[in-house]
């Protein structure tokens, strides 16, 4: 699946994933490949990646773990998440 991570001031991530997991509202929620349509509130937390593939990490805030390059986490305040047609996109601050 396809995910897009954006904050007013930049793009952070934005690539292709195995998973992430999100800091809901009621909890941590993790999205795979092929996860039906949702809408949710994040609040402040860590969003941690899965990444496969063609992935570009646009300004070095995803920070990905020295052992496993494709794990990586990046701290939010709070934002929105959109996941629609394989495409996750998360507008955080």
Do not use: C, W, Y
């Amino acid at each position: 699946m396809k995910l897009e991570i954006f904050t007013p001031e930049a793009i952070i991530f934005k690539g292709d994933v195995l998973s992430v997991t999100l800091p809901g509202l009621d909890g941590e929620f993790q999205l795979l490949n092929n996860h039906t349509s949702i809408i949710s509130a994040l609040k402040k937390g860590q969003i941690r990646i899965k990444k496969s593939g063609n992935t570009e990490d646009f300004n070095g805030e995803v920070v990905f773990d020295s052992t496993d390059k494709s794990l990586g986490v990046f701290e939010i305040k709070g934002g929105v998440l959109e996941m629609l047609n394989d495409t996750a996109i998360v507008l955080a601050e």
